[in-house]
T-cell receptor, first 114, second 114 residues
C-alpha cells in the first residue's frame, strides 16, 4: 500500500485568505485525487491531479478557487483560495495503489475558516 | 452514472453484538469495484476491502465479513462481536466505467456501547 502524508494536518484560517495543502506519497503514482469532506458529510471529489497537465475538476469546483499543482509523480498541492466559513472541511489526498482501482487516502487536513 | 446508498445514518449496538451495515449501489457498467472504508474519530480513512464485480464470493476477515449480491446490487458489511474500537463512520464506495474516480455513500455512523 502507498503511504501518504499531508501538511498541515489542521489549520484555522481567516476569511479571505488562502491555504495550500501538500500531499506527499512514498512511491510514484500516476493519478492523485483531492477530496473534500464537509462536516458530517460524505467525501466529494474536487479534482484529479495530473502530472504534466492541468488538473481535471469535477462539477461545482473551479481552478480559480482550488488551484492544484502536480510537479512530479509523488507530490501535489491543493490551494483553497479566498476562503469562507463554507470551506471548513477535511481535505483528503488520495492515490491509486498498485492494485487495480485500489485507492488509498492521506490522513486529511482539517480546515476551519473563521 | 454511479450511485451508492447507505440508508442507515446511525447505528448503536452494545458491545459483543453483531451488526450489519447496508450498502446498495447503482451502475450501468458490467465491470466495477466496491469498497468499504472506515473513518474513526481521528478522521483518517482506512481501507477495509475491495471487491470486483466478477467475484461474488463472500469474504471473511477476522470479525469482518462482506456479503456481495449482484442480484440485489448490495454489498453489506457485518461486524461480529462488535467492540468499542469499531466505533467509526463506515463508507461504502463504488468505482466503475474504467475511471479511477470513486463515488462514496453518505456513510453509516456506528457507535458501540461498552
Amino acid at each position: 500500500s502507498a503511504v501518504i502524508s499531508q501538511k498541515p494536518s489542521r489549520d484555522i484560517c481567516q476569511r479571505g485568505t488562502s491555504l495550500t495543502i501538500q500531499c506527499q506519497v512514498d512511491s510514484q503514482v500516476t493519478m492523485m485525487f483531492w477530496y473534500r469532506q464537509q462536516p458530517g458529510q460524505s467525501l466529494t471529489l474536487i479534482a484529479t491531479a495530473n502530472q504534466g497537465s492541468e488538473a481535471t475538476y469535477e462539477s461545482g469546483f473551479v481552478i480559480d478557487k482550488f488551484p492544484i499543482s502536480r510537479p512530479n509523480l509523488t507530490f501535489s498541492t491543493l490551494t483553497v483560495s479566498n476562503m469562507s466559513p463554507e470551506d471548513s472541511s477535511i481535505y483528503l489526498c488520495s492515490v491509486v495503489g498498485q492494485g487495480i482501482n485500489e485507492q488509498f487516502f492521506g490522513p486529511g487536513t482539517r480546515l476551519t475558516v473563521l | 452514472a454511479q450511485k451508492v446508498t447507505q440508508a442507515q445514518t446511525e447505528i448503536s449496538v452494545v458491545e459483543k453484538e453483531d451488526v450489519t451495515l447496508d450498502c446498495v449501489y447503482e451502475t450501468r457498467d458490467t465491470t466495477y469495484y466496491l469498497f468499504w472504508y472506515k473513518q474513526p474519530p481521528s478522521g483518517e480513512l482506512v481501507f477495509l476491502i475491495r471487491r470486483n464485480s466478477f467475484d461474488e464470493q463472500n469474504e471473511i476477515s477476522g470479525r469482518y465479513s462482506w456479503n456481495f449480491q449482484k442480484s440485489t446490487s448490495s454489498f453489506n458489511f457485518t461486524i461480529t462481536a462488535s467492540q468499542v474500537v469499531d466505533s467509526a463512520v463506515y463508507f461504502c464506495a463504488l468505482n466503475s466505467g474504467g475511471y479511477q474516480k470513486v463515488t462514496f455513500g453518505t456513510g453509516t455512523k456506528l457507535q458501540v456501547i461498552p
